[in-house]
């Protein structure tokens, strides 16, 4: 038995079918139907019983008129019944000792009918059965052959004629779990368009009561499972479903998901630039990866990704071999791998000395083109590919493998895929191949490759897509995300300064010298105190675009200056309505600019941002979101993720950043939320670099004012 | 007769083979074979010569021994005989009257054959023929039946299964003019998969005579042709190509280009920040948009926008709507529409009026739902899909469609296509289809949509990847690019700074108020007249990052701290090795920093680029570069480009930056190096644009030295 009772949705003994008709294109009706192939082809061995009160008999076998009357233990229910009549059917499922129900119907909350939803959730409770669905097309097992996918594989046409229109994979290793049915067929089929085989599918419909988390939590002690593709739009407890991803990949697995509402923004009031910035979608990536997940775009990227991961070990590092006989692919992939951020370093001189001895010895085309990527030309045969491979793969030197064998020039066969296949497998690195087209002959070369352990592509971008995205997976230390309890307020209020500037120091966060005045002769003293040259804001909570309105002076370095500063200052706070505010004078800190952000998000609770600040931070919106805490490998991951994180190891004349430091800052900074459940928001802008010396340059903050 | 005599490439009334086999597999035998049969099925009209001293006769037919032997005017000579017999074929073949040929054999310069390309060169030149090649499969007409592609419809497998290994695609509008016989096969695959039909292929070889402008220039006046593919490596003669270009948006023609060498980088030493971040690939891929092109990243993409092209008008806007039968779908499309920068806008609330009253009167499902993404659910069938997509494209508030009936549900039959199409015919909108699958019934909803006009994808992606790029295509309104003579010297020297300023000042440019001073008493002088606060800068030409050295010092308030810049900077001149240098005072210029550059490019002579600059310049690399001297709407088109346009709308307190005035800069600017031969590299950084006010504060320009 399987986590929570979910083994008998796989590998249920016995199945009731509630609601099969007499029509055969009734949905209860096409689910019998196949359960009962599947039965006949062998796949299936649960006893299969059809349940209909209408019905006697289906294909000389016996309908059921209710459950109660099947003298067996029926481990699973499947129903298709009207929505209204679901409820009562599983309290008598419930009653006759099923375990498990998939609840296939609509009606429910998708279509604003909660009152039937509450009854429904009733019913489950009583029942004591784990409940799929409703409103879903429910599971598929390659394995096992149960599949309530009441999807038809031949349609007709209007003139009468048929064509398929929908292939199940074959078995492989692949599980997927998805909110959307129609994005299961979507991967399904551009998985079987692969050669990719799957270990099952399922799908959660309105997730009444399995959800997401417990099946991935069954995937993940599921032996036949090595890689889980996951479809997510909303999630509840989203740090329950980070957990069981970093179960999947302590257990081995690897995860790519793809999240729905990229578009979406947060719901909550954002107050600083970073809970403005970091929208539902960014959190979402940020934490997926941070428990070990692959996000990907696309439904395409789902399936592509999936099928290398079922396939290859995710690559050490970033360096690409190519190796084509069609010059014009050669170039178009270096430049594509090359602009993704793939090194498609040089061979080394020893391999081209012995790729061109193959030359002399006439065992690869003496036109071959000997540097990475590698172009046999169009006259090179399987066995010069191998010869050539050969030579590429022992090199050591590179992590990833491209093998581009075109099929069109005449003395290409498909016997190269064995050739290369042998090579690939010793080679300890990842290999991709790619056979572009739609005849045939294309389709079984990569099919051949597939079968072969070579996940192979039709677009050269989706393979190269593919090594990127597998080239860039973290793997999680820690055990589990500890979970936060949501707080319900929604109204803020902001935190004094000098109790931020506290809370920080407290965390270990160097804060820039500072004092805050209320009369022109105190700045001038604290300048002083400070040392020239000095810089002068407003201090109010209130304003938080300081800059925008003139109030920050910079470069201030004398008496005179401090007192102007101080006049125009309180000048600009009294046009904007704050009366008598102090003003700050402090010191001038330089050094590359940084932001660091923390917020509590909808789905994750305490998240913490690190990104470019400046004047260009909502230009150039270069963020990266975790989950609060973070730990030290995490926050180096975090650096590592910016799309600008060149800008840490030096610039304009500023020396590289102690990323130790910079990483120790980030770990005590994300303690803060997580250690203050009454802060809301809370960020440090600008965070300023030197090399060793980081400092929190300006520190705001928001509570919960109740 | 064509441009040039290209006609007799694609049209020729007689075709002699010269280098036919009697083995059935070399290259001379398969391309008179296949001939013969386009012959046979009364596609190919012209008269076919084999010619072979060896053969006697083949099929019955005559086989000659020499050119000279045929007793007819022969249009055109494929030539396959190797290498060292090609360019006295060519002699004989002019001899004879003949008047183009293509050299398929290979051999010559790109294998470093540089005699035997010289003596071919000679040949043509006294044949007086014009010549595709050497080392090409050479042309592909769907309408004439002429066709040089050595490539094999049917491979066999080693066990003696054969299969199909390539089809070529039927009659279209695609023109295809490649740099590589491997990509155009590539791109034909791709095409055929999409059901799209080309007009005619031509692929160039070593170029030692037709050339991809000539080409260009024939489908330019080809009334077949709608749309251009292109696949250049390198190209000479840059501006020539790109008056082909304007000449083939002149007469209505749209042009997709796939440009190779992505990651190389320029050749020439760059000076100024502009030079060194605008490579080779960023000056095409903003010339060839110039011009009126569509540049894509892949031959997916060149394909794919091709097929769009070929049947859809580029769309108005990049307001999408987007209607489909499977709700994960609209999810996803839409996330994607919106991160590609497209309009995912509401429907007008009178559609959803209508939408809801279909809803109430049973003609669209009751769960369907009438926001945009229009999801009409799985138990839609085709009147339903007819009914809803009325509603939407009526609303006339939308630019695009994108109609996605998911085959899979029972419902959903393919009599859906031809009850759209009719819609999207007088819709005024630009239509896409997308239905995902491999099965035998995605394919014909695929074909069925390209035959009724609608270009259809597999991926939701590549559909909306596709609208993306159609909805970005300049227009040019000029007539042609003047012809710019290049020099050859590479060495260079900085200009004086004092010549710098005035050139820009006589084109309109605002200059920063400054003095160049040479003792601390002078500095104060000019400061005081200038205005505190001032900026005080090393005035040499010899450091170019000034800011990465110190060598600016900014907020210069009073006389004290004029005479301490002065010093210093003169002591971290001194260091660097510059004795007794100028110190410039300037007035201190706020906006919005953007950067302004010049360059005369190794393929398109002088060349502008705008760019946004500040410290974080060569971090964002958010750059856009035309060919100069750029025209009002070209300038205006460079500013829509930059990713961070934005900044130009108003920016932390900084006024919107008057556009039209920023517009004539640049126009201004571009005409700097067209005028003055003798400059190379130019730069404005930063130019400072606060509403209408734009100064440049520094400037810098090397010249040729000799």
Redesign the interface.
């Known amino acids: 038995m399987g986590v929570g009772g979910l083994d008998a949705f796989f590998n249920p003994k016995s199945i009731a079918v509630v609601g099969v008709s007499r029509h055969p ?1 009734k949905i209860g009706r096409v689910i019998y139907d196949r359960l009962m192939s599947n039965r006949r082809q062998g796949v299936l061995k649960s006893e299969i019983y059809p349940v209909n009160p209408e019905l006697r008999e289906l294909y000389g076998n016996r309908v059921f008129s209710s459950l109660s009357e099947i003298n067996d233990e029926v481990d699973l229910v499947v129903i298709a019944l009207p929505a209204p009549q679901v409820p009562q059917t599983i309290l008598e499922a419930g009653k006759n000792g099923a375990r498990a129900a998939i609840v296939v119907s ?1 009606g429910f909350s ?2 604003g009918n909660d009152q039937l939803t509450e009854s429904l959730r009733r019913a489950i409770k009583l029942s004591g059965m784990r409940v799929l669905g409703p409103n879903t097309v429910g599971v598929m097992d390659a394995y096992t052959g149960v599949n309530t996918f009441f ?2 594989e031949v ?1 007709a ?2 003139d009468g004629r048929s ?5 199940f994979p074959s078995r492989g290793s692949i599980s997927i779990v ?6 299961a ?2 991967v399904l ?2 998985l ?2 692969r050669g990719a085989g799957v270990r099952a599918v399922a799908c959660v419909g309105n997730q009444i009561d399995v959800s997401i988390p417990e099946l991935l939590s069954y995937f993940a002690s599921d032996a036949l499972t090595s890689v889980v593709a996951v ?1 997510v ?1 909303g999630v509840s407890g989203g740090r329950e479903l980070l957990n069981r991803f970093l179960e999947l990949r302590r257990n081995g697995k690897q995860i790519v998901v ?1 999240k ?4 979406l923004v947060g719901r909550r009031t954002a107050y600083t630039h970073t809970a403005s910035m970091v929208g539902e979608w960014e959190a979402h990536v940020g934490a997926f990866k941070q428990a070990g997940a692959i996000v990907v ?4 990227e789902l399936a592509d990704v999936s099928l290398a991961l079922s396939l290859q070990k995710p690559p050490r590092g970033r360096r690409l071999a190519i190796l084509t006989n ?4 050669s ?2 992939a ?3 791998a ?2 993704s951020g793939l090194e498609v370093i040089p061979l080394p001189e020893s391999s081209i000395e012995k790729l061109e001895w193959l030359k002399s010895e006439g065992r690869i085309p ?2 071959s083109v000997t540097t990475n990527p590698v172009d046999l030309s ?1 006259s090179a045969d399987s066995a010069a590919f191998e010869e050539a491979y050969r030579v590429v793969s022992e090199s050591g030197v590179f992590d990833m493998h491209l093998l581009m064998p ?3 020039p ?1 003395m290409m ?3 190269v895929v064995s050739r290369l296949a042998g090579i690939a497998r010793i080679s300890g690195a990842t290999v991709v191949g790619c056979d ?7 389709v ?1 070369m990569r099919a051949l490759m597939v079968r072969n352990g070579i996940p192979a592509y039709k ?3 989706d393979a190269i897509r593919v090594l990127t995205l597998i080239s860039d997976i973290f793997t999680p230390s820690r055990e589990s995300f500890p979970i936060y309890e949501a707080r319900s307020s929604e109204a803020l209020e902001p935190i004094p300064r000098a109790h931020l500037l506290e809370l920080v120091s407290e965390h270990g966060i160097q804060v820039a010298r500072e004092e805050v005045v209320s009369t022109g002769d105190e700045a001038v003293e604290a300048a002083e105190r400070i040392g020239y040259p000095v810089v002068m804001k407003i201090s109010s909570e209130r304003i938080v ?1 300081k ?4 109030g920050v002076q ?2 201030i ?2 008496r ?2 401090v007192l102007r500063a101080f006049n125009k200052l309180r000048g600009i706070a009294e046009k904007l309505g704050v009366r008598e505010c102090g003003v700050v004078v402090q010191e001038t800190v330089q050094g590359i600019e940084l932001i660091l952000g923390s917020k509590v998000d909808e789905t994750f609770g305490p998240t913490v941002t690190v990104g ?1 600040g ?3 931070t909502e ?2 919106r270069d963020f990266v979101t975790f989950v609060s805490p973070v730990q030290d490998d995490e926050a180096e991951e975090m650096l590592t993720r910016l799309r ?1 994180s ?2 840490l190891n030096g ?3 500023y020396p590289p950043v102690d990323r130790k430091a910079l990483r120790k800052i980030i770990v005590n900074f994300s303690k803060i939320l997580v250690e203050n459940p009454s802060i809301a928001q809370l960020e440090i802008n600008p965070l300023m670099a030197y090399g060793g010396r980081i400092v929190a340059v300006d520190v705001r903050g928001w509570r919960y004012s109740l």
């Open positions: 294109d609509g998708e279509v999807t038809r349609k046409f209007s064509a398929q229109s929908f292939i998805s909110q959307s049915g129609a994005l067929h979507y089929d551009t079987g368009e479809y739009e793809l729905a509402g990229r578009t775009d696309n439904v395409k069609a010059g014009g692919f170039v178009i270096s430049d594509l090359q602009a003496s036109v169009g075109f099929h069109v005449p066969d498909e016997g572009t087209g739609d005849t045939e002959w294309s079984t677009d050269m971008e675009h800059t925008d309105v003139g910079l470069g370095t004398d005179a200056q470019i400046g004047v260009l230009v150039i600008f060149g800008l610039f304009r004349g």
